[in-house]
C-alpha cells in the first residue's frame, strides 16, 4: 500500500524558543499531521540516532520515547537548531572529540534521509557563504554592488581614498557579537568615512567586506517558500533610521505591493538552482531608474514578522510544502501580494 506524503511524518529542527515555528506547527497539527520537533542540543542527552543493517534496516530518530523513522518523512524543517551539548563530566579534548564524531555521524545520516528538506544543512552551510552568493549572482544576470573583500588595510585605504562616493561596511555573518553577560549586540550595514582611514588597521584582524553604496528608491524583502514567493516592498528611504540599512527599526514603513518583473524572477529562479534552496529569504535594491540590485540570500532569514505586519500566510504556505513532501521541484512561480 502507498503512503501518501500527508500520513508520514514531519520533522522540525529547531531550538526550544522559537516563536517562528510555533504558528506553522499549530496549523500542521491542525491538519492531522505527525509532528516531531526536537533541538540538536538534546543530543546525546535524550537525543539518539540510529542507523543499522543488521537484522534488517533501521533508520531511527528517537527522543523520550518518541520514535522517528527516517524512511517515512513527509519533510524535514531544518529551522534553527542549536550545538550538541555533551555531558560536563568530559574533558575538552573528549567533549571536541565528540562533537566531530557527532557531525561526522549525525551529518551523514541526515544528507542520507531522502524526503522534502527546508533546507537541507548542507545545503545551507554552501548558500550562507556571500562571497559565493554574489559571484552566482552576477553570473545569472543580476546587477550587484561593487565589493571588496580583504583583511589587508592597505586596500581600504586605497578604495575609500581613491572613491568621492559613498562606501559601506558590512558584515558577513549579520553582524551579532555576543558579549559576555550583556545581550547580544548587532552590527549594521553602514556607511564608512575617513574615520576608517584612521582605524584601517582593525582590518587585519578578520576579512571585511566593503561595498558601492546603492542609491534607493525603495528595497524588496522575497521570501522563497518553494514555488509560492511574498515580495514585500520596504520604503526604507522614509525614515533616516532605515535609509541604509532597514533593520535599524523594529516597525517598518511598507511600500504597495509589487510583484516581481519577470526578468528578475527568471534571474532568482536561476541563482537558487545554483544554490540548492527551497526556502530563502533574499534582499533587493530598487533604484530610482527601476533596477533591482541583488544584496544577499539567507537560508534561514525570518518571516514570521511579515505575517504579523501584512497577514501574509506564511505558516500556511510552510505547511502546505511540508505536507506535500519531496523531492521538490521548481516550477512555475505564485507571488503573493498584501
Not at 32 to 42: E, P
Not at 53 to 81: A, T
Not at 87 to 106: C, D, K, P, V, Y
Not at 311 to 330: H, K, Q, Y
Request: one cysteine or more; a negative charge.
Amino acid at each position: 500500500m502507498t503512503t501518501s506524503p500527508s500520513d508520514r511524518g514531519i520533522l522540525i529542527f529547531t531550538q526550544d524558543f522559537d516563536p517562528t515555528v510555533d504558528p506553522v506547527v499549530r496549523t500542521l497539527t491542525a491538519r492531522g499531521a505527525d509532528i516531531v520537533r526536537v533541538d540538536l542540543s538534546y543530543f546525546p542527552q535524550t537525543l539518539t540516532f540510529t542507523t543499522s543493517d543488521f537484522d534488517g534496516e533501521r533508520r531511527r530518530l528517537l527522543h523520550r520515547g518518541r520514535e522517528v523513522d527516517l524512511d517515512r518523512l513527509s519533510g524535514v524543517w531544518y529551522r534553527r537548531p542549536t550545538a550538541f551539548r555533551f555531558h560536563e563530566q568530559m574533558s575538552e579534548a573528549e567533549q571536541q572529540f565528540a562533537r566531530n564524531e557527532a557531525l561526522h555521524g549525525i551529518g551523514g545520516i541526515l544528507r542520507s534521509t531522502d524526503c522534502l528538506w527546508v533546507n537541507r544543512p548542507d545545503v545551507d552551510a554552501v548558500a550562507e557563504l556571500k562571497p559565493y552568493q554574489l559571484q552566482l549572482a552576477k553570473q545569472v544576470g543580476m546587477r550587484v554592488p561593487r565589493t571588496l573583500l580583504t583583511n589587508d588595510p592597505d586596500e581600504v585605504r586605497a578604495l575609500v581614498g581613491a572613491t568621492d562616493k559613498p562606501v559601506v561596511y558590512k558584515a558577513l555573518t549579520g553582524g551579532v557579537i555576543h558579549y559576555p553577560g550583556a545581550f547580544p549586540s548587532g552590527l549594521y550595514t553602514t556607511v564608512v568615512g575617513e574615520e576608517v582611514l584612521a582605524n584601517a588597521d582593525r582590518v587585519q584582524h578578520t576579512i571585511c567586506m566593503f561595498q558601492e553604496y546603492i542609491e534607493k528608491a525603495y528595497e524588496v524583502r522575497l521570501t522563497v517558500v518553494g514555488n509560492t514567493w511574498f515580495p514585500v516592498v520596504i520604503d526604507s528611504q522614509a525614515l533616516p533610521t532605515t535609509s541604509v540599512d532597514w533593520r535599524g527599526e523594529n516597525h517598518l514603513p511598507y511600500g504597495p505591493y509589487k510583484p516581481l518583473p519577470d526578468e528578475v524572477v527568471a534571474k532568482t529562479q536561476r541563482l537558487l538552482d545554483h544554490l540548492g534552496l527551497v526556502y530563502a529569504a533574499i534582499d533587493f535594491i530598487v533604484t530610482p531608474d527601476g533596477e533591482y540590485v541583488f544584496l544577499e540570500v539567507n537560508p534561514g532569514g525570518q518571516f514570521m514578522w511579515l505575517q504579523h505586519d501584512l497577514g501574509l500566510p506564511m505558516d500556511e504556505t510552510i505547511a502546505d510544502l511540508l505536507l506535500a513532501g519531496g523531492p521538490f521541484r521548481r516550477g512555475e512561480v505564485t507571488q503573493v501580494g498584501y
